[in-house]
């Protein structure tokens, strides 16, 4: 049994994975090339990782997002998540976006967007194909990821930047329990923006805005403003027919994220005519010990929606 443990803000998430997840004898053969930089944002460089297989690769890429509580670092990288896709062949880009507590949601959302578009943008030099990328990732990781895959765009066309102007869209989403829509969080009307079940992860959802007055950084305190950004940041609120096929894995005695968050987004995307699946793993709460095992149903569900 391997213990990943990482800390958000006051609250420890300690998530356990059974044995096959972890590299060790027997895993693929990779090149790592650490601290690619993405994107730079305030003097500050975001950077991912880029696990390549040795053998056969099989010219895709996967954006494994690395966030836990929306706290995300280099240090969190573990061989253990891409193991099971490169030994399919697949190229992985580990994300690390802008963590919490100095980042909120929104702007973690918004390096998700810059670094698929980086990875679009330079496609032909890790040997992908730039039409064909998936992603996934765990809670925060899965949130990113639906985020990504239900609201990424086109590309910002207007701008001078060329990475700005590339598509950050995906062709295939993998998630395990991921929040998808923080005002009905558990039940119609529960408000969890920093508060209630997420109240530990308020940093996260301390949205500030640039007073030009003031030349500084100022909290948003006017609630609707507030419920609007939660709006944004809410999976379900970007649902549309064109949407990539979404697999979600989720407990259904999750109490961090309830399983009706995951029930919430694939109903939405049903009727929109996205193709979806939902495996529920009974009596399992916000992780479980055979969640190695279950990265062989997100590897398949790539396969099926990458490859053909």
Aim: aromatic share 10%.
């Amino acid at each position: 049994m391997k213990r990943f443990v990482i800390l958000a803000s006051a609250l420890v998430l300690t998530l356990e994975f059974a044995a096959p997840v972890v590299h060790a004898a027997g895993a693929a053969d990779f090149d790592r090339k650490q601290d690619v930089i993405y994107g730079r944002k305030h003097g500050m460089a975001l950077t991912l990782d880029v696990f390549t297989p040795k053998e056969k690769p099989n010219g895709l890429g996967l954006v494994f997002v690395i966030s836990g509580g929306w706290f995300s670092s280099h240090e969190a990288i573990s061989p253990a998540f891409v193991d099971p896709m490169i030994k399919r062949g697949y190229t992985v880009f580990t994300v690390v976006h802008g963590s919490q507590p100095r980042f909120t949601i929104p702007e973690a959302v918004d390096d998700l967007n810059r670094a698929v578009r980086f990875i679009r943008h330079n496609a032909k030099d890790y040997k992908v194909d730039p039409e064909k990328l998936g992603i996934y990732g765990f809670s925060a990781g899965g949130h990113l990821s639906l985020m990504q895959g239900l609201g990424g765009d086109y590309g910002k066309l207007q701008s001078l930047d060329s990475i700005s102007r590339t598509p950050s869209r995906v062709k295939a989403v993998a998630s395990f329990f991921p929040p998808t829509d923080f005002l009905n969080y558990g039940k119609p009307g529960e408000n969890a923006v920093g508060r209630g079940t997420l109240h530990d992860f308020a940093a996260a959802f301390d949205f500030h805005h640039y007073d030009i007055m003031k030349k500084m950084y100022v909290p948003v305190t006017d609630e609707s403003k507030i419920i609007e950004i939660a709006k944004s940041i809410s999976p379900v609120t970007h649902v549309s027919k064109d949407d990539p096929p979404v697999l979600i894995l989720h407990g259904d005695a999750d109490t961090l994220v309830p399983i009706q968050q995951a029930e919430l987004v694939l109903e939405k995307l049903k009727a929109v005519g996205v193709p979806t699946k939902l495996v529920v793993r009974k009596g399992m709460a916000h992780g479980w010990p055979e969640m190695g095992k279950d990265l062989e149903i997100v590897g398949d569900w790539f396969d099926e929606h990458l490859k053909k």
